[in-house]
């Protein structure tokens, strides 16, 4: 059975920095690529940054700069540490597991940026 896990979540003021952990259990981590997405209220959820399976990162426009995608595959861990937090950062981030046709979420988690 496939768990992914996040942590980290919370409320955070502006300019502010969270730390987003997803542990996973259930596939062989190494070969899959991790990701983080977002939904905001009545938007689509959009992809924030993903790490390959062997280390390639991506982010979008929106976050470089900010936000740093990390892998640790000893402990099965993808983290996301987010600084210099916006209002338009908040949003249900989810932790996802990729492998061809296989696509694996997590619950989400809940960040709020907001004085």
């Known amino acids: 059975q496939v768990q992914l896990v996040e942590s980290g979540g919370g409320l955070v003021q502006p300019g502010g920095s969270l730390r987003l952990s997803c542990a996973a259990s259930?596939?062989?981590?190494?070969?899959?690529?991790m990701a983080w997405y977002r939904q905001a209220p009545g938007k689509q959820r959009e992809l924030v940054a993903h790490?390959?399976?062997?280390?390639?990162?991506n982010y979008a426009d929106s976050v470089k700069g900010r936000f740093t995608i990390s892998r640790d595959n000893a402990m099965n861990t993808v983290s996301l540490q987010m600084n210099s937090l916006k209002s338009e950062d908040t949003a249900v981030y989810y932790c996802?597991?990729?492998?061809?046709?296989?696509?694996?979420w997590g619950q989400g988690t809940q960040v709020t940026v907001s004085s």
């Open positions: 259930g596939i062989i981590f190494n070969d899959y690529t």
């Open positions: 996802s597991a990729q492998r061809f046709k296989a696509n694996y």
């Open positions: 790490v390959s399976s062997t280390g390639r990162v």
